[in-house]
């Protein structure tokens, strides 16, 4: 099932399960537990990021072909960093260009992962049990601040406004039993720039969801960024970056489009 998160004709937030662009159904109940879809169809008037996450878990270097792009050393452990939620950004709005990170952001295509129920100290064996379903993100990153101006931390140029694109809308578990197993891909103006496989990552959904628990515990609507493939702008010679005008989009097997504007900040 296909579910989004959107405004109706009067401007209400609901959850339904996608018809068409324009229609959907209605979903009553909770989505983190019971709920159910009626036969009520409404009007689409704009589409929303599938879920509010309380935290935004993300995931680097954990595509081999990205790693040795970089020039990187595979990791032995999950590399962890966080998106601050304000990087929330809906599908079609505008990515910001911050007036500090000019000439600097780059794209990211990510398989992200939804956590449907609260999960800790799970093992690899039952970690797909707690997820509730899967979307397209773009972990967009200023370049300079990731590397210099974040102290060496990642959080930073990760983590201006609307640099975590979501959707467009959220697939659940069922219709995809192997999320290491999907065709991953960006286009920038039309242009492919990324492309690969999600079979390609270093730590699997299984492995990454089981890593995250220990002793820590993933809440409902919780997201995981589970790395970017190789082909990032900032490997590229010369190096390619996010322009005001640009379009990109995000495009995951069995999952959809994720496309939005770049604009810069006024």
């Known amino acids: 099932m296909n579910i989004i998160r959107f405004l109706d004709s009067t401007g209400q937030i609901s959850y339904g ?3 068409d662009d324009q229609t959907a159904r209605l979903i009553n109940g909770d989505i983190w537990g019971t709920y159910e879809v009626t036969d009520t169809t409404t009007t689409i008037q704009k589409l929303l990021a ?4 309380p935290t935004i878990f993300c995931i ?3 595509y081999r072909a990205h790693a040795e792009e970089t020039g990187a050393k595979l990791p032995e452990h999950p590399v962890l960093f966080i998106k601050a939620s304000n990087t929330l950004n809906n599908p079609k709005d505008p990515i910001i260009i911050p007036k500090v990170a000019t000439n600097e952001m780059d794209y990211e295509c990510e398989l992200a992962v939804i956590i449907g129920k609260s999960a800790k100290n799970v093992t690899e064996q039952d970690a797909l049990d707690y997820v509730l379903g899967y979307t397209c993100a773009n972990d967009v990153s200023a370049r300079r601040w990731q590397k210099d101006g974040g102290g060496k931390q990642w ?3 990760k983590s201006f406004d609307t640099f975590c694109p979501l959707g467009p809308h959220l697939v659940t ?5 192997n999320p290491n197993a999907l065709m991953i891909k960006t286009f920038l ?3 492919t720039m990324q492309d690969s496989n999600t079979s390609d990552m270093i730590f699997d959904v299984s492995t990454l969801i089981s890593f995250l628990s220990q002793s820590t515990t993933l809440l409902p609507g919780t997201v995981i960024l589970t ?3 190789s082909g990032v702008g900032f490997t590229r010679k010369p190096p390619v970056f996010l322009q ?8 995951i097997e069995h999952i959809g489009a994720l496309s939005n504007p770049v604009q810069k900040e006024k």
Request: with cysteine.
């Open 17 to 19: 399960e996608r018809i």
């Open 50 to 53: 599938p879920v509010v996450p």
């Open 60 to 62: 680097g270097l954990n």
């Open 155 to 157: 959080c930073r140029g």
């Open 173 to 177: 578990k069922d219709q995809i039993p």
């Open 189 to 191: 103006n039309g242009q």
């Open 227 to 229: 790395g970017t493939p």
């Open 244 to 251: 005001d005008g640009d379009h990109v989009t995000i495009e």
